[in-house]
């Protein structure tokens, strides 16, 4: 399978540095596959189709033993294939902020959370997407100290 998506390949849908550090395969089943495609379609195509720009997917997939490498939390979506982060800023032209209000105003959605930076920009934006049920939760998150806390999105 090359594509998941007009958008995003396959490889960069499960690419990661930490399972290849560690020798881990990091393989979507078909049940994660399926839920992949759903957030694709869902979250990440309305916006490049409205944005006409490239945007760096710099987490998609990992198998439940890398988001344990990675630091990731016990119940993280993007073991289930439900969840993707972006980064717009990698690539130029386009804003984390923007793609995060974007999401926050036009999309459905399960969670979407403004990931560190600053009130102006996150460093990244992650967004998930489940075939049931979504909550259009939004957070915010922040360090303290090696702690990460999250708390509810107040524009």
């Known amino acids: ?12 849908a499960t690419k990661s540095q930490v399972a290849s550090r560690y020798g ?20 990440f195509e309305p916006i490049r189709e ?7 997917v710099t987490s998609f997939f990992r198998d439940k033993s890398v ?16 969840a993707l982060d972006m980064d717009a800023d ?9 793609i995060f209000h974007f999401i926050r105003t036009r999309l459905l959605f399960d969670q979407l959370i403004w990931e560190f930076g600053s009130d ?5 934006v992650h967004a998930s997407y489940k075939q049931n049920r979504n909550r259009k939760q939004i ?11 999250y708390e509810l999105w107040i524009g």
């Open 120 to 124: 102006k920009n996150p460093d990244w």
């Open 139 to 149: 957070l915010k998150n922040r360090k303290n100290g090696y702690k990460t806390e």
């Open 24 to 43: 881990k395969e990091n393989i979507p089943n078909e049940e994660q596959l399926a839920a992949m495609k759903l957030v694709a379609e869902k979250i």
């Open 67 to 82: 988001n344990v490498l990675a630091g990731g939390s016990a119940n993280s979506q993007h073991c289930k294939g439900e």
């Open 50 to 56: 409205h944005f006409k720009r490239p945007i760096a």
């Open 90 to 98: 990698v690539l130029g032209g386009l804003t984390n902020a923007e």
């Open 1 to 12: 399978m090359e594509f998941i998506s007009r958008h995003i390949s396959y490889s960069e």
